[in-house]
Structure formats: C-alpha cells, structure tokens
C-alpha cells in the first residue's frame, strides 16, 4: 500500500468515527468490490476491506538487521508431565531468588525431568544449573555453530563446533574420567580463548586435580590475565606447591597475614602449640586481614610458622573470634590439600555445635558423604536449624523421614507453626523450602501432613516446593 492508500484510508477511519459514509472516499478498487450492495452493506464491506489492510497490509516490515533464531533445541531428558506444571509455577512462584529457584530445577532434574521452556529459562550466563540445560544456555547466548550430537567426544578438532556451555560440560566429564585428556585441551585451546573463558577453563581443572596438573599449572604463571594466575596459584597449593617466596618484611603478604595470629602454648603436662587470632585494633586492620586471608594461600601460611596445613589447622582454636574462623574455613576450601579439608571439617563436625557450621565454607570441596553427616547433624539440634537454608552444593531428593525424627526438627517446626511470632514463621517457611528440596518423595508427603495438622494451612505457598517433590513420587 502506497502513501496515498495510506491517506485515503485514515481520511475513511475519520469519516466512520464522525458517523459518515466512506464511499465517496474509497479507491476505485475498493468501490468496485463494495459494487451495488445496499449502503449499509457497502459500508460494512469498505469496512472489513480496511480492518484486513491495517492487519496486513500496514504491518511493519522486520528490519533487516533482525536474525532468525534457531529452534530451541530438545533436551536429553522428557519434559515435566503437563498434569505438574501448575504444581511446579506454583513452587517457582514463591522461590524468593535465582538460588531459591535453581533448587526447583535441580529438584526436577533429580527425577529424570526437565521444565517447559514457558515455565522457565535458563540465562545466558547460567553456570550452575544442571548440565542437561548446557543447550538451552547456549541458545540463550545465540551463540553461532553447529549443534553436536550427545554422542560426540570433545576433541581439539572439534572445539568450535561446541557451544561454550557444552564444552564446559563434555570437559567437566572428562577431567573426572580422563584427566589428563581434559588438561591437553585446555592446554591446546586455552590460550586463544579471552580471558574470562581462560578462568572458566581452569576452574575445571579441580576436577581430578593431581600432581600431573602441576607443570602446566605453573605455566599458568605468565598468563596475561591475573585472575587466571591467581586461580593457578590455588589449584597449585591444593596439590602443596608454594607460591612465590617472600622476603619476610613488611611487603610480603604471608608474613604480614602471619602477623594478625598468634602462637601460644597450652596444657601443662603435654605442651602444644596453638594459633588463636590477634586482636585488632581498628576497622582497617579488620578489612585488610581478610584481604589477606583471601589472597595468601593456607600452605605458604602454615610454613611461615614451620608446620604443616594440618597441624596449622589442629591448632587453630575456633570460637575465639567469629569473623577470623571463617576467614581460615574460606582459605582452607580456597587453597587447602583435599587432606586438610577433609581433616577440617570432620574435627569440626565431631566437635558439635557452633563451629560445626564452618564447614558450611568448606562444602564445595566436600563429598557427598560428608555433605550428609553435616546436614543431618545440624537437623539434630534446634540452636543452629536456620543455618541448613546455607548450604550449599547438595544434591536434591536424598533425606529419609528417619531422618527428620531422629533430632528435634520436627517438634521445632511444629511449635513455631502453631506459634504467634511472625520472625519465626518466616524462619520455617525458608526451611520448608529447603526441607522440600533435600527429602526424598515420601518424606516430604509425610513433611506436609505433619505441618498442616500442627496448623498450616494446606494451600501455604512455603509449602510449594514440598508438594511437587511429593509429586513427583513414583515418575
């Protein structure tokens, strides 16, 4: 439709709103078609005439800097059983945050399903959602190259043709079954890679991480990026590589953290050593402290004081003083031997209590047997119930109802149902979440029941996430 057309036709919408006829205004094509109709059917032909030319004839023209997406590529998984879906909007409506919500999704992908795509979308720069979603990431991204089959292996040949995501998954996989193949990849194809895509690279690398990783982990010290040489540094004092030696004055940083912790004696009969934090003096040393704690690695700290990394962390007397505790969990999980970690957290877990919580620092480099103990230990005791909404790192869909009777979780939870505190409440709506997320099918029907009779209601949106694992029983 010309500009012309165009005019006549708002000049015949001008006529139809002031109660006029159009006839006279129509093109001649237009009048033809109208032909010797009573005026009334006339008017309605010009007018359904003109309604299919604004519909069609005036819709915009794409531009031409518009590009056509691929179609959203098919999961390896089916998808979430039509019948669930509301279950499932419901439980990602009440999720609080992306975290909150990443829960639902791995929640769903425990059970051998994945979420409609309306339902929900992995972003662009998702790292942590369960890796059969790698392609819709990808997609996401509009990342250009061709799709590779399932049945592909990862090769230096096929590099590109592998959508970032994937390539993280297939070589996540590889450095648990074939480390040293992963390293020869990223060896190979790192370094024309940009930097942010390097750093993704070699955090793979503590998959697997053994003493054969170190040559090329000490190459990394030339790197142009430095996150990638400090990241390189901490994978290497992992496997017990110092870093590079200081001087010991003011401006080496291991002797300048060395200088915020104290060593003692204790005990009278058998003297050991302890290591307990200085006091501070001011927000500043506050600030820097954890500076260096987050920049110097546990195993050049330990040597500053001639011990190893455990005894370093035998010695350390927790409780003294909150902030540094968790300073010395983060570096331990950082830049501590798998040995040290796992000596950590099970002193602290043995120990009970307040300072078994640290271990929450320490859950990414924990295994799943210890990520249990840790769980089930703070379901034991009430004091310290808020801290399991922390953690981090465990997988969906494993807590027995046994579980849950076997401390004073469930009492707790009844008596702040029935309660007036509207704090606490807010407490055990993050918990029934988190509750709904950890059980396994049967254990969260009974969850439900047991709350509802303490006086729930059946309809509670905490209750979200616990109701779709109940249905998903028996999938």
Aim: glycine share 8%; with cysteine; aromatic share 6%.
């Amino acid at each position: 439709m010309n500009e012309i057309e165009q005019t006549g036709l708002a000049t015949m919408r001008d006529s139809w709103i002031t109660g006029g006829t159009s006839v006279d205004l129509a093109p001649a094509a237009w009048k033809e078609i109208a032909g010797s109709a009573n005026p009334d059917e006339r008017e309605r032909r010009l007018l359904a005439i003109a309604a299919q030319a604004l519909e069609i004839a005036l819709r915009p023209a794409a531009p031409k800097t518009l590009n056509r997406r691929p179609p959203l590529p098919e999961l390896a998984l089916p998808m979430l059983p039509e019948r669930l879906r509301p279950v499932l909007r419901a439980a990602l409506k009440h999720a609080a945050d992306a975290r909150t919500k990443s829960r639902v999704v791995a929640l769903v992908a425990s059970r051998g399903f994945v979420l409609h795509p309306m339902d929900w979308m992995p972003a662009a720069s998702d790292q942590t959602s369960p890796d059969v979603y790698a392609p819709w990431i990808d997609w996401q991204a509009g990342v250009d190259g061709e799709k590779h089959t399932s049945l592909e292996q990862l090769t230096a040949q096929n590099w590109d043709d592998f959508y970032p995501a994937a390539r993280r998954s297939a070589l996540a996989d590889m450095r648990r079954t074939a480390p040293a193949s992963a390293r020869q990849l990223i060896e190979t194809k790192g370094p024309s890679e940009p930097a942010e895509v390097r750093l993704a690279l070699i955090e793979l690398m503590h998959f697997g991480l053994g003493s054969d990783d170190v040559p090329f982990l000490k190459s990394l010290s030339a790197d142009r990026s430095g996150k990638v040489r400090e990241l390189a540094g901490r994978l290497l004092a992992r496997l017990g590589e110092h870093g590079q030696p200081g001087d010991g004055g003011p401006e080496d940083p291991v002797a300048e953290l060395a200088a915020f912790i104290a060593e003692g004696k204790s005990g009278f009969i058998r003297r050991r050593t302890t290591y307990t934090p200085a006091k501070l003096k001011s927000p500043a040393q506050e600030r820097r402290r954890a500076e260096l704690f987050e920049t110097c690695n546990m195993v050049d700290l330990a040597a500053r004081f001639g011990v190893t990394e455990s005894d370093f962390i035998g010695a350390w007397q927790f409780g003294a003083d909150n902030n540094a505790d968790i300073l010395v969990a983060r570096m331990a999980a950082a830049s501590g031997s798998d040995a040290v970690v796992t000596h950590m957290a099970d002193t602290l877990v043995a120990e009970g209590g307040k300072p078994a919580l640290f271990v929450l620092h320490l859950m990414p480099r924990l295994d799943r047997s210890r990520k249990r103990v840790l769980v089930r230990l703070i379901l034991k005791d009430t004091q310290h119930l808020g801290a399991l909404t922390q953690v981090e790192g465990v997988e969906a869909g494993w807590l027995e109802w046994g579980d849950l009777i076997n401390g004073k979780t469930l009492p707790a939870l009844r008596a702040a149902v029935a309660g007036n505190d509207d704090a606490v409440k807010r407490g055990v709506d993050q918990l029934l979440e988190m509750l709904g997320f950890l059980t396994t099918a049967e254990a969260a029907e009974k969850l439900i029941g047991d709350v509802v009779a303490a006086g729930m209601a059946a309809a509670a949106p905490s209750l979200g996430l616990l109701r779709l694992n109940a249905s998903l029983a028996g999938l």
